[in-house]
């Protein structure tokens, strides 16, 4: 048997015009999800995912419902966007704790996570975060690319690897609480983590005062922060709590399965159908096989980046790390010198982060090279005309 209390709160912050966040939160399920997109389009995935959610867990209170509510969630977003096309790209995170029961009737709380929207739990005065951002600089430092130091700044560090209605497919990371009476759970929208660090977190979160005060002091602190976002928190205290019979830790995808190869040979099945399927199913492997290597070909190939080659800042084709035998290809060198940088962008260079297309890796290298004239030549109206035009037409934020 699990209960526990709960207060949310969802403050607009202090720069947005509008609050893409949306949260849910009773007895049993709370949610949180930053939506984004343009034109209000962040806000109605965030409302579509939370309702989605809340109707696919009280219809099947599972972690497989749980799961499948979120599966439910992205799909339907995915449609919403393609019947609206103003609101094509819109996706949010989504955070969710459920009480989900097995099937000896057993009640154990779950998490399902996509996303940088953050879940903490806390237990006398200690705070432990028990999910990983789905964005790119944090993916970065789990592969030792980055140092924590270094995400904290860097420019990519709110750029989502992970969304719901993102993708036709989606990874949810799905984990089981593993809690006593007493501990407290934390969710919230990067709007909180990213104003408080995490000692601020465990004083306001975990103050043994009423729930609803702790989240209003949270709340409060990430506005005194600067409110740069809009800012949800849901805070929930365990007064009872069963630890799940097989506990989970693992991220499901939603991809299509493989087609069936194999039907399961039964003894009534005659020779020649028999050898009839063994074909199919050969054909149907030689298929499969031959799709992995022409998409890991095309995943090895699919970005570019920019590298220092003896002092010259040249251009790659591929991932940086190579993928399996695919080595990344020297596309082409620039016209510029890593002498031509500034030393945080030269940095940067050799952090080889990947572009979408060889277009946009040269845009990236004129830019940075742009971004050092402007610090070693004085801003005067002797600039020449040459200059004063090529600058105009390389500057790409408009
Ligand atoms: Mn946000």
Redesign the pocket.
Known sequence: MTRWRYAAATDIGLVRQTN??AVYVDGALAVVA?G?GGHAAGEVAAQIAVETVREGYYADESVGGLVAAVERANAAIVADARENPERFGMGT?LLAVAITYDFAGASSPTLVHVG??RGYQLRDGALRQLTEDHSVAEEWVRLGRLTPEEAAVHPRR?QLTRGVGVEEAVAVDVLSIDAMAGDRILLC???LS?ELVPDDLVRLAGDPVDLEDAVEGLVAAALAAGGH??ISVVLLEFDEVTPPASPIHRTVTSAPPPAETLGRPRGRSRPRRFTLRVLLGVVAFLAVAAGVVALTHWYAYSSYYLADYQGAVVIYQGQPSGVLWYHPVLLEATPYSMGELRPLDQRAVKATIPEPTLGAARAYARNLYHEWRLGVTPTTTSTTSTTSGSTTTTTGRG
């Open positions: 893409q966040d930053d984004m995170t940088d929207s709110h929208s990067d709007g990213n976002d809009n």
